[in-house]
């Protein structure tokens, strides 16, 4: 089955810096990466997403990088905020996207 | 607000207990799941439910038993559980278009279970 793993576990960068959390997969069939913000006491929320078709993706300060080469795919948020301040997960599906695999997540701390 | 509403939001329960968990989801998706999400460990996928049938079990113990009456209501049937059932369960719903559409899932705000 899909293995996927995330790096780093914590991340801690300034206010204004920009974070960048990465992620590889098993499964060459994979063609759906969703990544997803959690905020304490929520569920996770889609923040952004990309398929298989595409090599980036960007959504005003975030941007998602896939390298299908490589099975790799990388989150990008600049100019960080303190509400950017989440637990990050990425995620992979082949076929549709009702069995996503996901990796252990990225505690993100933004510092003032 | 995703849509999607879980209740209770949390439960602490003893071992002997039956309890039972509800999902409902507001946006007229026709799949819903369970998920475990414990700490330091990723989101588990527990069952999915396509147009109310279920079509996936990820070998899930059967103390976990989930029902699923219509599109826009999942519970999870909880009894005997141990310690490490012990968890954040959370509901999600998608529109399972077969692989042509989005299928975003959407995550409801989850059950934090503890189990004495």
């Known amino acids: 089955g899909e293995n996927v793993e995330q790096h780093p576990s914590t991340l801690s960068v300034q206010e204004g810096d920009s974070a960048v959390i990465k992620c590889t997969y098993s499964d060459s069939a994979s063609n759906y990466f969703p990544w997803y913000k959690q905020e304490l006491g929520k569920g996770p929320q889609l923040i952004i997403d990309i398929r298989s078709n595409v090599g980036e993706k960007k959504d005003q300060r975030i941007a998602v990088t896939l390298n299908k080469t490589a099975k790799h795919f990388s989150l990008h948020i600049t100019e960080t905020q303190p509400e950017d301040s989440a637990v990050y997960f990425c995620?992979?599906?082949?076929?549709?996207?009702?069995?996503?695999?996901f990796g252990t997540g990225t505690r993100l701390q933004v510092t003032l | 607000e995703t849509g999607v509403t879980q209740t209770p939001r949390h439960l602490v329960m003893g071992m002997t207990n039956k309890k039972s968990l509800k999902c409902e989801q507001h946006l007229g998706h026709n799949a819903m799941y369970w998920y475990k999400q414990s700490a330091k460990k990723p989101l588990e996928l527990m069952f999915v439910?396509?147009?109310?049938?279920?079509?996936e079990n990820n070998s899930v113990p059967s103390r976990f038993s989930p029902e699923c009456p219509n599109s826009s209501h999942l519970f999870l049937h909880l009894h005997t559980l141990q310690p490490e059932d012990s968890a954040l369960y959370l509901c999600a719903s998608s529109q399972d278009s077969g692989g042509y559409g989005t299928d975003t899932q959407y995550f409801g705000p989850g059950t934090r279970l503890t189990v004495l």
């Open positions: 439910y396509n147009f109310k049938e279920q079509t």
């Open positions: 995620a992979a599906s082949s076929g549709t996207a009702s069995k996503l695999t």
